[in-house]
């Protein structure tokens, strides 16, 4: 039996990847302030000329690659096995424990982000949390 969890939480996963990923690759100087505020935005930016285009050109790149990544979970939504909907669900659990924990030991390093990186730690929990539940679900719907 195929999950409707399944495909819900790939849909709002894909739309915050896809318009993430587009905010980043169009709009990165007002994302950063909007995320960061107008201090730390410009330090994060850079100084230099040359600073500010090698920046620009890594959140660009950084943006497409997060709005592939939208795009391939809109795909994967529209697997129908339930197999497979397990597996992705733990690696996706996976990704998100480990983004977490890079936040933590990296992120946190950084005096420019200041807290910043609690709130994404956060953000990283959750996401991870509604796979999680996925998963406790999925199996709930198995094994009874």
Do not use: N, P
């Not at 600073?51 to 391939?72: E, K, N, P, Q, Y």
């Amino acid at each position: 039996m195929v999950s409707a969890g399944f495909f819900i939480i790939c849909t709002v996963h894909s739309a915050v990847a896809l318009t993430s990923g587009a905010l980043m690759m169009f709009y990165s100087d007002e994302f950063f302030v909007f995320s960061h505020g107008e201090a730390q935005a410009t330090k994060l930016l850079g100084s230099t000329q040359h600073d500010r285009l090698l920046i620009r050109t890594s959140h660009s790149f950084s943006g497409l690659l997060l709005f592939a990544v939208g795009f391939f979970l809109f795909m994967v939504a529209f697997v129908k096995d339930v197999d497979f909907h397990a597996f992705f669900a733990k690696g996706c659990v996976l990704l998100h424990v480990a983004m977490a924990v890079w936040r933590i030991y990296f992120d946190s390093k950084i005096e420019v982000l200041g807290h910043a990186w609690l709130r994404l730690v956060v953000g990283d929990i959750a996401l991870g949390v509604s796979w999680v539940l996925f998963l406790v679900y999925s199996w709930r719907e198995k094994y009874d």
